[in-house]
């Protein structure tokens, strides 16, 4: 008997990791967990294109009525078509929105009000090419598509999620922590440390801002994806009846990165490469007698400029390689590797796509937290900004910023003259002991 048991053990772990490991699409996470979401409402932002419509289609995969809020209704309305035709699945809703519009926004969140239930919420939409502009509302353009309408819906749902005792789930992104100090938020904005400050993020969400350096970006791309991860993590340790989460996807090819990002990204890390490359030989060189000194920086230029050349998708394979693993989830924990790297779309929503659709028990340990893949939370200090912020000022302070933090974006918005949407958190923390605390996600 004891054998029958041990194989059967062996059989529900060997699925588990095959629909949970790097390389893994949500709609084969979805087949192979079985997940069946008849009957419940999903509503997701970006959902056309990219991670967005890897996560919707997983969910119409597993039978959830999706609502698009969509910023193009006829493309949306072309993929969801596309979408219901190869699922079965015509249980679908196109509103229409403009997330740089908070007009906009209120008009679909009164919408969404017609829904008789919301189960999940996904706030994915994001634009990295997006020119910067300040908008009608007085914001830049990138923090208010990425924060600021998402927060104005979150505000909105709330009641509605309560009452299905639902969850929200947020894309996020590695590089957002303000404690990583070769590549995280504060050297992303190219600011000085402390630039996750609320008085210094203030400086910047009403003025245009220049191209991010690296890959000439929307330059507040990782500040909108900073604000919403700590969103979540704000409404992880204040609600007992509604979870939130956030997702990082890896390095995934999706039209907002697949052109001048990834380009960029590639040619960088060539000249890096080669360019390193080059003086290891050119010291070589020298050390053996065969090569003179004045020559060995030639040897440097040299190969930093067949790096930028040469570069291609070798490069992003080299780099994930040599990074910690869900850095780009080019591989898993395992240290098995993906076909593809950068990954794909699909690979990459498949984060988004469990934490909206397993059971709510098997994500409990993890809610706030930012997570890769299957709700996996690495530890490292430099990848969850909370984490870091708790381990660098206590948790008492780190919640003290959550709290004024949301209260800062409540009065940005008021001022912005939507102050029509009262707070819906709840004023004291969750009843649940330490849920959402850096404790216990660690444990």
Same mark, same amino acid.
């Given at each position: 008997?004891?054998?029958?048991?041990?194989?059967?053990?062996?059989?529900?772990? #060997?699925?588990?990791? $095959?629909? +949970? =490991?790097?390389?893994?699409? %949500?709609?084969?996470?979805?087949?192979?967990?079985?997940?069946?979401?008849?009957?419940?409402?999903?509503?997701?932002?970006?959902?056309?294109?990219?991670?967005?419509?890897?996560?919707?289609?997983?969910?119409?995969?597993?039978?959830?009525?999706?609502?698009?809020?969509?910023?193009?209704?006829?493309?949306?309305?072309?993929?969801?078509?596309?979408?219901? $035709?190869?699922?079965? =699945?015509?249980?679908?809703?196109?509103?229409?929105?403009?997330?740089? %519009?908070? =007009?906009?926004?209120?008009? *679909?969140?009164?919408?969404?009000?017609?829904?008789?239930?919301?189960?999940?919420?996904?706030?994915?939409?994001?634009?990295?090419?997006?020119?910067?502009?300040?908008?009608?509302?007085?914001?830049?353009?990138?923090?208010?598509?990425?924060?600021?309408?998402?927060?104005?819906?979150?505000?909105?749902? #709330?009641?509605?999620?309560?009452?299905?005792?639902?969850?929200?789930?947020?894309?996020?992104? !590695?590089?957002?922590?303000?404690?990583?100090?070769?590549?995280?938020?504060?050297?992303?904005?190219?600011?000085?440390?402390?630039?996750?400050?609320?008085?210094?993020? *203030? &400086?910047?969400?009403?003025?245009?801002?220049?191209?991010?350096?690296?890959?000439?970006?929307?330059?507040?791309?990782?500040?909108?994806?900073?604000?919403?991860?700590?969103?979540?993590?704000?409404?992880?340790?204040?609600? &007992?009846?509604?979870?939130?989460?956030?997702?990082?996807?890896?390095?995934?090819?999706?039209?907002? &990165?697949?052109?001048?990002?990834?380009?960029?990204?590639?040619?960088?890390?060539?000249?890096?490469?080669?360019?390193?490359?080059?003086?290891?030989?050119?010291?070589?060189?020298?050390? %053996?007698?065969?090569?003179?000194?004045?020559?060995?920086?030639?040897?440097?230029?040299?190969?930093?400029?067949?790096?930028?050349?040469?570069?291609?998708?070798?490069?992003?394979?080299?780099? +994930?390689?040599?990074?910690?693993?869900?850095? +780009?989830?080019?591989?898993?924990? !395992?240290?098995?590797?993906?076909?593809?790297?950068?990954?794909?779309?699909?690979?990459?929503?498949?984060?988004?796509?469990?934490?909206?659709? &397993?059971?709510?028990?098997?994500?409990?340990?993890?809610?706030?937290?930012?997570?890769?893949?299957?709700?996996?939370?690495?530890?490292?200090?430099?990848?969850?900004?909370?984490?870091?912020?708790?381990?660098?000022?206590?948790?008492?302070?780190?919640?003290?910023?959550?709290?004024?933090?949301?209260?800062? $974006?409540?009065?940005?918005?008021?001022?912005?003259?939507?102050?029509?949407?009262?707070?819906?958190?709840?004023?004291?923390?969750?009843?649940?002991?330490?849920?959402? %605390?850096?404790?216990?996600?660690?444990?």
């Amino acid at each position: 008997m004891w054998q029958i048991v041990a194989i059967l053990v062996y059989l529900w772990a #060997l699925a588990e990791s $095959s629909s +949970c =490991n790097a390389g893994t699409t %949500s709609v084969q996470l979805i087949k192979e967990k079985g997940y069946n979401l008849a009957g419940q409402t999903h509503v997701i932002t970006g959902g056309d294109s990219g991670l967005g419509l890897g996560i919707a289609t997983a969910l119409m995969e597993a039978n959830a009525k999706v609502v698009f809020l969509a910023h193009d209704v006829n493309k949306t309305q072309t993929m969801a078509r596309s979408i219901a $035709s190869r699922t079965g =699945n015509h249980d679908f809703r196109i509103i229409s929105v403009d997330l740089t %519009s908070l =007009n906009s926004t209120r008009k *679909a969140a009164d919408a969404l009000m017609d829904e008789q239930h919301i189960n999940v919420f996904i706030g994915d939409a994001g634009g990295i090419m997006l020119p910067s502009f300040v908008t009608a509302d007085g914001f830049e353009s990138e923090v208010q598509l990425e924060y600021f309408a998402h927060f104005y819906f979150v505000q909105r749902l #709330l009641p509605k999620l309560r009452e299905s005792r639902g969850r929200i789930v947020f894309t996020g992104s !590695d590089g957002i922590s303000p404690y990583d100090k070769i590549a995280g938020l504060c050297s992303q904005l190219r600011e000085a440390p402390g630039c996750e400050a609320i008085d210094r993020i *203030a &400086t910047r969400i009403g003025r245009v801002v220049p191209p991010q350096i690296f890959a000439h970006f929307n330059g507040n791309e990782f500040l909108g994806l900073y604000l919403r991860v700590m969103l979540a993590r704000q409404i992880a340790l204040l609600e &007992t009846n509604v979870t939130a989460f956030s997702f990082h996807p890896g390095w995934a090819d999706t039209p907002g &990165t697949s052109g001048v990002f990834d380009k960029k990204a590639e040619e960088w890390f060539g000249m890096f490469f080669l360019g390193n490359a080059g003086l290891v030989l050119g010291v070589l060189g020298f050390l %053996s007698g065969l090569v003179p000194l004045k020559r060995v920086p030639l040897g440097i230029a040299l190969g930093g400029l067949l790096g930028y050349l040469f570069a291609g998708k070798w490069v992003a394979a080299q780099y +994930c390689g040599m990074v910690p693993y869900y850095q +780009c989830l080019c591989r898993g924990p !395992d240290g098995t590797s993906t076909e593809t790297c950068p990954i794909s779309s699909l690979e990459g929503s498949v984060g988004g796509a469990y934490l909206a659709a &397993t059971h709510v028990s098997e994500i409990l340990n993890v809610n706030g937290a930012m997570t890769v893949l299957c709700g996996n939370h690495p530890t490292d200090l430099t990848f969850d900004p909370y984490v870091g912020m708790v381990d660098k000022i206590g948790e008492p302070a780190a919640r003290d910023y959550l709290k004024a933090l949301y209260k800062k $974006s409540q009065q940005w918005i008021n001022k912005a003259g939507y102050g029509d949407v009262q707070s819906h958190f709840v004023d004291t923390v969750s009843d649940v002991d330490g849920i959402g %605390s850096r404790v216990q996600i660690l444990m």
